[in-house]
């Protein structure tokens, strides 16, 4: 799904991922989120995240997201909550190295380990942005279980499973430290806010062969597979002891 379709069908949702207000700040918490730290998110999508952070921790923070529609849905969520002083919306790539403020002491990827590449790549691109003392918050699927049907695996080709995740956690210099893991309800609730996404854009144009093939896939590989072998978790990740 290419990041423009993306946005268009997922612009609605409160939080652009499987999850809640409270499990983000649960996360927030358990990487001792203060007043003190400035946070970059990386593909920070409508910007609910880092304001819901800035707001509940007084923390500065930059959002980097490239979708154009996305980043100026973030900037307009910043401005009404008033919260212009401490975060700031960047749209640009966010696999780029270059331009980054001083003083990163958490990254956030949440849902957005596919623009680096995979789970792997993403975890190298949080440690590249921070600190040897820097914490971070990995938020993306896993397999529930070894056991996955080929048909179904061969389609969540950055998908890994827990044990697989520690493993690359711990070669790029982190140790993990929390699990804030999503309920198949949540899940549930995220995947039936796309499928309305997609049938309000459907209402608006019948014959939009490429939203009425998506849902008719999506539907079919979650209630087939996904609700089974795919969780949701935010990963804490700190420095080693």
């Known amino acids: 799904m290419h990041e423009a379709f993306a946005w268009r069908l997922q612009s609605d949702l409160a939080i652009m991922n499987p999850t809640t ?10 990487a001792g989120l203060s007043a003190d730290d400035f946070v970059l998110d990386l593909g920070c999508g409508n910007g609910t995240v880092l304001a819901l952070l800035a707001a509940a921790s007084g923390c ?126 949540e899940f549930d609730a995220y995947e039936a806010g796309i499928w309305a996404g997609c049938r309000s854009a459907l209402a608006r144009d019948p014959d939009d062969l490429e939203i009425r093939t998506y849902l008719e896939r999506i539907q079919a590989e979650y209630l087939g597979y996904g609700r089974e072998y795919v969780g949701w978790a935010m990963y804490v990740l700190s420095a080693p002891v």
């Open 21 to 30: 207000p409270e499990r983000v700040l649960a996360a927030a918490r358990a």
């Open 60 to 185: 500065r923070g930059l959002g980097i997201e490239s979708r154009p529609a996305a980043a100026a849905a973030a900037r307009e969520l910043v401005r009404a909550r008033g919260l212009e002083d401490r975060v700031a919306i960047r749209c640009g790539d966010a696999t780029a190295l270059d331009g980054l403020p001083d003083g990163i002491s958490v990254a956030l990827c949440l849902g957005s380990a596919s623009a680096f590449g995979g789970i792997e790549d993403a975890v190298g691109a949080l440690r590249d942005r921070l600190g040897p003392d820097g914490r971070a918050i990995l938020g993306e699927r896993y397999w529930r279980t070894e056991r996955v049907p080929p048909e179904f695996a061969r389609d969540f080709a950055d998908c890994v499973t827990e044990y697989e995740l520690l493993t690359i956690v711990r070669e790029h210099g982190f140790a993990l430290t929390g699990i804030i893991r999503s309920t198949e309800a």
